[in-house]
């Protein structure tokens, strides 16, 4: 089974996969019930999680329930922990940009939320835009949700100015990236065409960049006050463990 899930997630195509997902899910799922491991999201437990990866599989990572990855159940437990995001009693404007699966439902059943999806091609979005060019007005958001993006975009630093220009003052920006934190710096490499050769170095053929530490420090540049929020290491390790997070990963928490 799992290897099966593994070929269908590695050769369908995005659009037509959230699609199959609809079917599909339920069954895997109800395949992989068991205790070990649960997703924070849903409160769904299985006796394992399914791999994924594009150059390199990680094992037990992606929720039969939900189809969240690490990066996504973290994001979910510190939004639900730390934040304001499912409670506040004023209705939040939240612009969410590539909308992923976990979330979409979830955030968009929000009484709390004035939720609004953007992205070039996801079959999920309200408005397809350019996240270098956003048709939206200045302060306008109070939430802007843009994760594992900008390394797709060759003029991140076009990209990151609008994000700061349609966020509300006093709003957050949450920037998740895949980073490699052994880099002091990011790394790009124009020349490098194929794309074997560059899934093999950038994670994805489709990768711009590999950010490293800098990644924060370029964020401040733009004009946003950044926490590098270390979240893993305030969670029991038991947690991290049962709901399958990647010790160490960082959630860049971004203000104006």
């Known amino acids: 089974m799992k290897k099966l899930f593994k070929l269908i997630l590695n050769t369908i195509p995005r659009p037509l996969l959230i699609r199959l997902s609809y079917i599909a899910r339920p069954i895997i799922a109800f395949s992989l019930k068991g205790t070990n491991f649960t997703d924070p999201i849903d409160g769904k437990s299985f006796k394992s999680m399914l791999p994924y990866g594009y150059e390199t599989q990680r094992n037990n990572v992606l929720s039969p329930s939900t189809l969240s990855l690490e990066r996504h159940r973290l994001l979910w437990l510190y939004l639900n922990d730390k934040t304001d995001f499912f409670t506040s009693i004023e209705k939040k404007k939240v612009l969410h940009f590539a909308p992923e699966q976990a979330f979409y439902k979830l955030f968009r059943n929000q009484k709390n939320l004035d939720y609004t999806t953007t992205d070039l091609f996801s079959p999920l979005a309200d408005v397809k835009a350019d996240i270098c ?28 100015q609008e994000l700061y ?49 800098d990644y924060f420090d370029k964020l401040r540049t733009i004009g946003f ?9 305030k969670i029991a390790p038991e947690l991290v463990e049962k709901y399958c997070l990647a010790k160490g990963e960082i959630i860049p928490v971004c203000f104006k």
């Open 133 to 160: 060019n956003l048709p939206f007005e200045d302060n306008q958001y109070d939430v802007i949700l843009c994760n594992h993006v900008l390394e797709h975009i060759p003029d991140d630093t076009k990209a990151m």
């Open 165 to 213: 220009r349609v966020l509300k003052p006093g709003g957050m920006a949450i920037l998740q990236i895949p980073q490699d934190l052994s880099r002091a710096t990011t790394f790009a490499d124009d020349s490098i065409t194929d794309q074997k050769e560059r899934a093999k170095i950038f994670g994805q053929y489709d990768h711009v960049r590999i950010y490293g530490r």
């Open 225 to 233: 006050q950044v926490i590098a929020e270390d979240y893993t290491s």
